[in-house]
């Protein structure tokens, strides 16, 4: 067991001595999110707004390209009080600069669901995010994501209906 941890810190502090600039932060978002049933519902399917907050770190590998891991809270889902969904996400994004001010990022996000009324729904899901990031400062940025899911949120084992989330983000952040 020791060995493990002293393994990890080594491998730690190696990675984060050779990265190019390692910045951490904060960014909160305007989640607009929806549910993509298959087949398609029988019900008035509509979009939910919701928020999302939480921290990141950028790993930078070199003057163009970083690492981004991000844990965050969001709120999405339906509009319909049984089809709001909440998460706890990890996404890890590969981002590359355009210019000074631009970043494009895209990558895998996993998702923990967090209500627990809610036993139709998948625990864990599977997403992609893509995004797009402006610098207005050194500092201060706002962004643009989207999520979109790759693995059914509802439970096989209770239905036969398939449902993705699609999640469109408008955000802002700073650079501590």
Do not use: C
Not at 68 to 92: C, F, M, R, V, W
Not at 134 to 139: A, G
Not at 151 to 172: C, H, P
């Amino acid at each position: 067991m020791k060995s493990l941890i002293l393994t990890l810190l080594f491998v730690s502090i190696t990675t984060l001595s050779f990265a190019q600039g390692t910045s951490y932060g904060v960014r909160g978002a305007f989640n607009i999110s929806n549910l993509d049933f298959d087949p398609d519902a029988t019900f008035d399917n509509q979009h939910r707004n919701g928020f999302a907050f939480g921290g990141f770190v950028d790993y930078g590998i070199s003057d163009n390209f970083s690492i981004l891991a991000e844990l965050q809270y969001s709120a999405e889902g339906g509009k319909h009080e049984t089809l709001k969904a909440d998460y706890i996400q990890l996404p890890i994004m590969a981002r590359f600069a355009i210019g000074n001010k631009f970043t494009f990022g895209a990558g895998p996000m996993l998702s923990l669901k967090t209500w627990a009324d809610q036993d139709g729904f998948s625990t864990l899901t599977f997403s992609g995010v893509g995004g797009l990031e402006y610098m207005i400062t050194d500092e201060l940025f706002i962004d643009a994501r989207v999520h979109y899911g790759l693995s059914n949120i509802l439970d096989k084992d209770l239905t036969d209906v398939e449902a993705q989330n699609t999640t469109f983000q408008f955000g802002f952040g700073i650079k501590i």
